[in-house]
């Protein structure tokens, strides 16, 4: 039976195969298309009497809420003997109860909404996510309210999240990625608070006092930016946020202080010794802000530099023509207020130290003497443009977007001109913005590894040779 099954199959198939053969295909070479079009989504903007931003966009496919609330108020504000009070500040948000809630009651709350808490303390501002089912809207907005406006900051949920912080502190040396990242950090902002990270000391010192004076400096309306898409009735949203929010007074108070930078740090080699057959390697400057005139051209040529993947010169010269190592890359973290790193980097066998720096720092002296080629202009544009309309897949990504925008003061038509943009960035533009942004000769140069692999290269280089701080500076013992 099931052999007859199968024959009748197969005769069916083959029927069916010859009927397709018989009929004219087009012929795909001939085949055209309409051009693909893409408009930026559009963002509900609202303003509550009481300064609440409001952002919204709708979305009924699934019965979901996602609430993002931004707060300016960031980690660049905490003092450097209490660095890490704000990201404790915002651990407290999401653990240490709300309003009439203890921390038990509150976890239990959310668990039975099946309702997603997160929070987070950024350089520059700090956010409170929810993720929710529609139908219990009305009961997230008012536990947002109370995270906001009336938090606990239990002081046992206090000391169980300072302990956390100091076992992160403890292990966070373990990798050697982790230590090469933090000492280029500390070496590009040497005396400031972005090159600041938490010590033992640090985290120890702060109280739930700290956090309390935190809280009422910066947690009011008129500092607040808010983010709601989903499956949600407008009116009924206005009415829900008025109810809970409405009665809180805006507040005369003074944004966040951001120091500014010092003196550009002297290149040095910073050397981490650790007992492995390869070298974490970090190459780092002080790069751009948002705000910079060159921000397309910068980012069209660190897509040719190392930023492209497989399309990027470092990537093809150090992994695939010579390889040395399986991955080369580079990036510049565009700064929202200050100017943020350029990284370079790789990791090689011990062996290949040197020559994996050397070409790097050759690469970029190319960039800065010949123009790319058309084709690798082409694609560096190409990819990026392409890449930019991908960001626009998820519905609250596009609210938050259209938030963290305008609290940065970004131009408002930034989104609707950036392909434009990029797609009018030349081939000498390139080559100006590799002249003005890559200095090979200045870098701060981070190597982890084996040292005795690279001591030669140290002395070649004739930079100050420095020894990346141990457990011990942070109070490890």
Request: aromatic residues 6%.
């Amino acid at each position: 039976m099931k052999r007859n099954l199968t024959r009748a199959f197969l005769l069916g198939f083959l029927i069916l195969a010859a009927g397709c053969a018989s009929q004219s295909l087009p012929d795909p070479r001939q085949m055209s298309f309409a051009p693909v079009t893409f408009e930026v989504p559009d963002v509900q903007r609202q303003n509550l009497p009481n300064g609440v931003q409001l952002y919204m966009r709708e979305d009924h496919e699934l019965p979901l809420i996602e609430m993002t609330a931004l707060i300016g108020a960031g980690t660049i504000a905490d003092p450097a003997e209490k660095t890490g009070r704000s990201d404790l500040l915002a651990k407290l948000l999401a653990t240490g109860g709300a309003g009439d809630r203890a921390p038990e009651e509150l976890d239990q709350t959310l668990a039975l909404m099946a309702a997603d808490l997160n929070t987070a303390a950024e350089t520059y501002h700090t956010t409170v996510s929810l993720s929710l089912r529609s139908e219990d809207l009305a009961e997230a907005v008012a536990i947002l309210a109370d995270l906001l406006r009336r938090p606990r900051f239990d002081p046992a949920r206090l000391e169980v999240a300072k302990r956390q912080a100091i076992e992160r502190i403890r292990r966070r040396d373990d990798q050697p990625g982790s230590l090469a990242q933090r000492a280029l950090k500390q070496a590009l902002y040497p005396s400031h608070p972005l090159g600041r990270v938490p010590t033992v000391n640090t985290v120890q010192a702060v109280t739930r006092e700290d956090l309390v004076q935190e809280h009422r400096r910066f947690f009011h309306p008129n500092n607040l930016w808010l983010g709601i898409s989903g499956d949600f009735d407008p009116a009924e949203l206005e009415r829900l946020l008025t109810d809970a929010l409405g009665d809180w007074r805006r507040e005369n108070f003074t944004p966040q202080q951001v120091p500014p930078l010092g003196p550009p740090p002297q290149p040095a080699i910073w050397v981490g010794e650790k007992d492995l057959p390869q070298t974490t390697i970090l190459l780092g400057d002080i790069g751009i802000s948002k705000d910079n005139p060159d921000l397309h051209a910068v980012r069209v040529m660190n897509f040719v530099l190392g930023g492209g993947g497989f399309n990027s010169r470092l990537m093809r010269e150090i992994r695939s023509n010579r390889g040395l190592a399986y991955s080369a890359y580079s990036y510049f973290q565009v700064g929202r207020r200050l100017p943020g790193p350029f990284v370079a980097g790789s990791e090689t066998r011990s062996e290949a130290t040197a020559e994996v720096v050397t070409l790097i720092r050759e690469i970029m002296k190319r960039m800065r003497e010949e123009k790319i080629t058309d084709e690798q202009l082409q694609v560096a544009r190409e990819s990026l443009i392409n890449s930019f309309v991908f960001g626009f897949t998820e519905t609250q990504e596009i609210v938050n977007t259209a938030m963290r925008l305008d609290y940065y003061a970004y131009p408002p038509d930034f989104l609707v001109t950036y392909r434009d943009r990029v797609a009018a960035v030349g081939a000498e533009e390139v080559l100006q913005a590799a002249r003005e942004y890559l200095h090979p000769e200045k870098l701060s140069i981070v190597l982890v590894g084996d040292r005795r692999a690279f001591a030669e290269l140290v002395r070649e280089l004739d930079l100050p040779e420095k020894e990346i701080p141990g457990p011990e500076a942070a109070g490890v013992q």
